[in-house]
């Protein structure tokens, strides 16, 4: 149908999984996304049907039973995924967060040991930063692991764990003092744990507690969580590439990975939002003609979509310069901060052309409107997104005097 949003020089192979993915989300997911969200109830049906489909390996290498793909394939499957609903697409992001870690910094022994089981879905993976005090300060973690033999003890309260009751995988960022004299810069005693766990809540390892979720404006479906630890004992071989202080520079690397996906979501949710709009107004008549057109609303339509095509082309160019193998903490920054700020006037312009209707829970806009907010904070606030182009611009440019 549209002519949106298209993206240039993609292989036969990856133009088939998106349109796979594409007929998946118009069949199984967008008819079902309003109900559901509406009821806050794990799409457990639609998840089965992305495992029957192998999109929990898509990128991980074949030699681990996946399907080998780009990061540019993953977004653009996540774009189409978000734009049926946004909360599916955040059940198989962290997931793919945990493989890509484990993919880029794991030991031998920890890729041969989880990647296969998460390529088949089998295990799910969740990954854990922030905790209730520290916002975007990631060097105030508090959470720490103190070494006793051939283990680890873990405590320390975890919070916005975004498939915490859900997941059987959890890479958890925590302070590690061994080993790391007193002064050491906070992000260099930093360990990333690979936390084995059973899928729910309450205690789900002698040592864990995963409360409930949390109750949110939107984003439901999929399950927000604290995560408690008092005791938890892990061993060492669960040290994520087998060294304790490297666990900053990991989750940074997988962050990366997890900005192009907030984008490719605020493309995704941008473009349905669009979507909306654009077919309500030649549905709805006012002064004896559609809405449609109305000058204003014409001016509404051609803002809405210049910034549709806008993110998406820079969420692509962020994906490809990440498969190159370059650096690309500045086109992963601008993309995640561009896409969610269009995305949340994209659809705040939809919900303006729906009029009353819009603020009625029979139309879908009503749920992409409690939805937008959350791509403004997840993977780094706007203004955390500004500090790093920032100062990325500054190492570019620097001044020659």
């Known amino acids: 149908m549209a002519r949106l949003a298209q993206t240039a020089g993609l292989t036969d192979i990856q133009q088939e999984i998106v349109s796979t993915v594409r007929d998946f989300v118009d069949k ?22 992305l495992k029957e489909l192998g999109l929990f390996g898509l990128m991980i290498p074949e030699e681990y039973g996946g399907l080998g793909e780009s990061l540019l394939t993953y977004a653009l499957c996540v774009e189409e995924i978000a734009r049926g609903w946004m909360s599916v697409s955040g059940i198989i992001n962290t ?6 870690m484990l993919k880029q910094h794991g030991t031998q022994e ?14 799910r993976g969740a990954f854990s930063m922030s905790e209730p005090g520290l916002g ?11 070494k006793d033999g051939e283990e680890y003890v873990l405590n320390g309260q975890k919070m916005w764990l975004t498939n915490g009751g859900t997941s059987s995988l959890v890479a958890v960022l925590v302070r590690s003092d061994e080993g790391h004299p007193e002064g050491t ?24 507690t995963i409360p409930g979720k949390i109750d949110k404006m939107g984003y439901k479906g999929v399950d927000t969580t604290e995560l408690i630890m008092d005791g938890l004992r892990i061993p060492a071989d669960r040290v994520l590439g087998g060294v304790t202080g490297r666990g900053f520079y990991q989750m940074m690397d997988g962050v990366e990975v997890g900005r ?10 941008a473009q349905r939002a669009f979507e909306l709009g654009v077919s309500y107004a030649q549905q709805r008549h006012t002064f004896g003609k559609p809405i449609a057109q109305h000058q204003a609303i014409q001016f509404k339509l051609a803002e809405m979509a210049t910034k549709v095509e806008a993110a998406h082309a820079m969420m692509v160019n962020a994906a490809r310069k990440k498969d190159s193998g370059e650096r690309n903490d500045l086109e992963a920054g601008m993309a995640k ?13 939809a919900f303006r052309i729906h009029g009353g209707y819009g603020f009625s829970k029979e139309y879908e806009i009503e749920r992409l409107y409690r939805e937008a907010p959350m791509l403004l904070i997840g993977e780094g606030t706007a203004e955390i997104q500004k500090m790093i182009i920032g100062r990325r611009l500054l190492e570019e440019y620097r ?3």
Do not use: W
Not at 136 to 146: E, G, L, N, P, R
Not at 191 to 208: D, N, S
């Open 95 to 100: 997931h793919f967060i945990v493989a890509y």
């Open 260 to 269: 192009v996906n907030v984008a490719a979501r605020g493309c995704g949710v």
């Open 337 to 349: 901060y561009l896409a969610s700020e269009y995305c949340k006037e994209v659809v705040e312009d």
């Open 399 to 401: 001044f020659q005097g």
């Open 110 to 123: 920890q890729k041969d040991h989880f990647l296969p089981r998460m390529a088949a879905g089998d295990i």
């Open 136 to 146: 975007s300060d990631v060097s105030a973690i508090t959470s720490k692991a103190v």
């Open 185 to 208: 810069a906070p992000h260099k005693s930093m360990t990333t744990f690979l936390v084995e766990k059973e899928p729910g809540f309450g205690e789900v390892r002698p040592g864990l």
């Open 28 to 49: 199984e997911i967008i008819p079902v996304a309003t109900e559901l969200e509406h009821r806050d109830e794990y799409p457990q049906q639609i998840v089965d049907g």
